[in-house]
């Protein structure tokens, strides 16, 4: 049998015809029906009447609704079942696993701000034999891997702050080791004396000095020696020790120096070399002979006005064995200034590596002429400051300022 579905309207023709129709199958005005009609003729074929018949589809269509519901209720039953049963066991394989492995990250993260690690990833356990035995195998080892680099952070710190107790007091010593108490030679009218030193590290390579060679000529020294830390600082100890036992009265500078190049050319398996600057002033004449070993230039100051005073420098002390240095002489009139600095001064830099420069002291010492010594040593430093800013300081920062100011008196002419 044949089904037409639509409009029984549709199929009229072929029943005024007499022609048989299929089942039609309609939601119209009549419902869901099967309307059934079959043509009845006689034997000469003629058309006597049809037989009709219609069947109600509506228990039909509710059990096809009720077979639907049924069907998507089971499915969403399965659906939901299988969703649950895939959360858990995706939960109880890599959820839980990954939990226990941040918590346990997190435990061992937290015991180690205290000070001291817990072993919860060492006893991670997974049972899986994929990624996540890897990720925990990795973590395990990452634990081992802390472990050992933070041991061995502590025993460095542990090295480096005895270390670094060890330079201070180190630092201490060498402080020590310079002349500190200002005004140094209170009882003495002639002069006024004051120096300073800033070291880059915790002991630097410069230093100075001053000191009286007998009652009547005070001895000054500038120095820097190459190189920082401690082994410039023993180097410097060194040097100073034997440029003042070497000044004496009467000797010539020139042979001082001769004499200390070739002490320090002995004991001078670290190559380090000074550039050094010594001077002896004669106070009851005002004469200041001086010897320069590759040092910086002194500024003089006269009448409130610095000038670099043009000195050829000699060769550095521990440079070379047997080399001479030629001593020579200034004359320092009553009022009359002397700066000497180390090279840590001069080049001192800025956050953009401009140099601070002579020209640039040249003006502080001069706007400061008629300050007293550690005044103007106060100056340059402040100017300094304010020049590198926060610049880090790479090089010591040494200056000594001595005043002339009057001559020793009591002294006759012949023996001026």
């Known amino acids: 049998m044949e089904y037409y579905e639509g409009s029984f309207d549709s199929i009229v023709g072929d029943l005024v015809a007499g022609n048989r129709v299929p089942a039609v199958i309609s939601d119209e005005e009549y419902g869901w029906i099967i309307s059934i009609s079959y043509p009845y003729k006689s034997e000469s074929g003629e058309l006597l009447g049809y037989v009709c018949a219609d069947i109600s589809m509506d228990s039909v269509v509710r059990d096809r609704q009720n077979y639907l519901l049924s069907t998507l209720l089971i499915l969403a039953g399965v659906t939901a079942v299988f969703a649950v049963l895939y959360y858990v066991l995706f939960n109880y394989v890599f959820v839980r696993p990954i939990k226990r492995m941040s918590g346990a990250a997190a435990e061992f993260v937290s015991g180690g701000r205290d000070g001291e690690f817990s072993s919860s990833i060492a006893t991670l356990s ?56 200002f005004p140094a030679f209170p009882e003495r009218r002639e002069f006024d004396i004051y120096a300073t030193m800033t070291p880059a590290k915790e002991v630097g390579g410069d230093f100075y000095d001053f000191f009286m060679v007998d009652e009547r000529h005070l001895a000054i020294v500038m120095a820097d020696v190459s190189g920082k830390g401690v082994p410039a600082a023993l180097f410097m100890v060194i040097g100073k020790t034997l440029i003042k036992d070497h000044t004496t009265p009467g000797r010539d500078l020139g042979e001082v120096f001769g004499e200390v190049n070739r002490l320090l050319c002995e004991s001078n398996s670290e190559g380090l070399f000074i550039t050094a600057f010594e001077g002896v002033l004669d106070l009851g004449t005002g004469e200041f002979r001086f010897v320069n070993a590759g040092h910086e230039m002194p500024f003089i100051g006269r009448k409130n006005t610095f000038r670099a005073e043009k000195i050829r420098p000699g060769f550095v002390l521990a440079g070379m064995e047997e080399m001479r240095y030629r001593a020579g002489v200034l004359q320092l009139n009553e009022g009359d200034k002397l700066f000497e600095y180390t090279d840590g001064v001069t080049e001192a830099t800025d956050a953009g590596n401009g140099l601070y420069g002579m020209e640039r002291l040249e003006r502080v010492l001069c706007a400061h002429g008629a300050d007293t010594p550690q005044e103007i040593c106060e100056a340059v430093k402040r100017d300094i400051d304010a020049f590198v800013k926060d610049a880090p300081q790479f090089d010591d920062i040494t200056m000594l300022c001595l005043e002339f100011r009057q001559k020793t008196p009591g002294i006759k002419e012949e023996e001026q």
């Open 126 to 181: 997974v049972r899986s034999r994929d990624e996540l035995r890897l990720l925990c195998d990795s973590l395990k080892r990452m634990e081992l891997n802390i472990r050992e680099y933070v041991n061995n952070l502590r025993e460095v710190t542990a090295e480096k702050e005895r270390i670094g107790a060890e330079l201070d007091v180190a630092r201490h010593i060498q402080s020590s080791m310079l002349p500190c108490i």
